[in-house]
């Protein structure tokens, strides 16, 4: 049981591998923050929206960020941490003192454990849920606010079947020549175009009250073209989906209840093979993490003992995390297509880490916990 308790060698690893993982974590979260949110700047700039919703819109991708890249950063974290004492000489003072390989990999190991739990809570819980508000609440941007900052001379896109333009805006709200391209019903397109309106807010949603205008409508059966002229008309600038107060969802926010058994009437059957996958991968994902951080302790632990080290297996070890990403980014289409290859992804996951442990750590666990033949005496310089 003593193996089990800390030792100050311990702390002192795990305090800088804690320390350069969440640097390390962060700064990639904000460069990644700072390139993705690119795409929403154009809603402050040239919408009026604030930056505070901006912030919030953006912030709730940021969980997303952290379960990609935490493998990744846990394994450059372990390699340079451990190349930093291997080149400093402590690896060579700890080989000296008879601590095996397990003995010196056990902060990494604990860090990989405690990192594979974060990412476990992650997948499971808040990356759901923050994918949920995100779409939720770009949806209402899209359908309330949007329409509150249409542009003078701007053609807004409120929807992908509703376009529209505004010549001028006064102070006081009121629109002038305002033309509306609405195709929400594929029967009846029109093309309505009124002398000023007023925007105002509906039950279901934002309306513009048009004054003095035409409405256009081609009748595809005669084609023929009809002409009806108003001097008050309605209409709504939310989908019929959005009034009807429903919202599609994606497998990106569905729990793993939902992913693996679907509800009915929730997803077009084609998609659940991607949703079983994406189940999965869910559940898979954080074992990676484990599977990155052996790859590195091997890279830097394994093989004969070299006081002035060795560029060979760290290069390796890099290459097989290269590897390992590229083919998962492959299993995971082909998954989608063939979910008899779902097994795979669990074994790309796991495998990696079983057969970094049987190639650092048997020859020591069969050896009392101590490394016999890389001692001091014997060690190649």
């Known amino acids: 049981m003593s193996f089990l308790r800390p030792s100050r060698l311990d702390r002192y690893i795990s305090r800088q591998l804690l320390a350069a993982l969440l640097v390390v974590t962060l700064g990639l979260v904000v460069l990644i923050w700072l390139t993705q949110s690119l795409r929403f700047v154009e809603m402050v700039v040239n919408r009026g929206l604030s930056f505070s919703v901006f912030l919030k819109l953006t912030g709730l991708l ?193 729990g793993i209840a939902d992913l693996l058994n679907p509800p009915e009437g ?18 898979a994902a954080p074992l990676t993490t484990l599977s990155f951080v052996m790859i590195a302790l091997v890279g830097v632990l394994g093989g004969a003992f070299r006081r002035h080290g060795g560029l060979l297996r760290p290069f390796l070890a890099i290459m097989s995390v290269v590897a390992l990403v590229a083919l998962g980014l492959a299993l995971d289409s082909l998954a989608v297509r063939m979910n008899e290859l779902i097994p795979v992804l669990w074994l790309r996951a796991a495998l990696p880490a079983v057969v970094c442990m049987v190639l650092l750590f048997a020859p020591g666990l069969f050896a009392g916990g101590r490394w016999p033949e890389s001692s001091p005496t014997h060690a190649r310089s």
């Open 62 to 254: 940021i969980p997303g960020f952290v379960a990609v890249i935490l493998p990744i950063t846990c394994f450059v974290v372990v390699q340079f941490i451990y190349q930093r004492l291997s080149s400093d000489r402590e690896l060579t003072v700890m080989r000296a003192a008879g601590l095996s390989p397990l003995a010196m990999a056990r902060p990494a190991l604990a860090v990989a454990l405690l990192a594979m739990g974060a990412h476990f809570a992650l997948n499971l819980w808040l990356v759901p849920a923050s994918a949920a508000a995100f779409r939720e609440y770009q949806w209402e941007i899209r359908n309330h606010i949007a329409a509150f900052l249409l542009q003078e001379g701007v053609f807004t896109t409120i929807s992908d079947s509703l376009v529209v333009y505004v010549r001028a805006r006064e102070p006081d709200g009121s629109l002038r020549g305002i033309m509306v391209e609405d195709a929400r019903d594929p029967k009846h397109r029109a093309t309505i175009l009124a002398e000023s309106g007023q925007l105002l807010e509906g039950a279901a949603g934002p309306r513009v009250l048009l004054q003095n205008g035409t409405r256009q409508e081609l009748d595809t059966k005669t084609g023929q073209l009809n002409v009806l002229t108003f001097k008050e008309n309605w209409i709504d600038l939310t989908s019929p989906v959005r009034a009807a107060g429903t919202r599609l969802r994606d497998a990106g926010e569905m």
């Open 266 to 283: 929730v997803v077009n059957p084609r998609d659940i093979p991607k949703w079983r996958v994406e189940a999965h991968k869910r559940l």
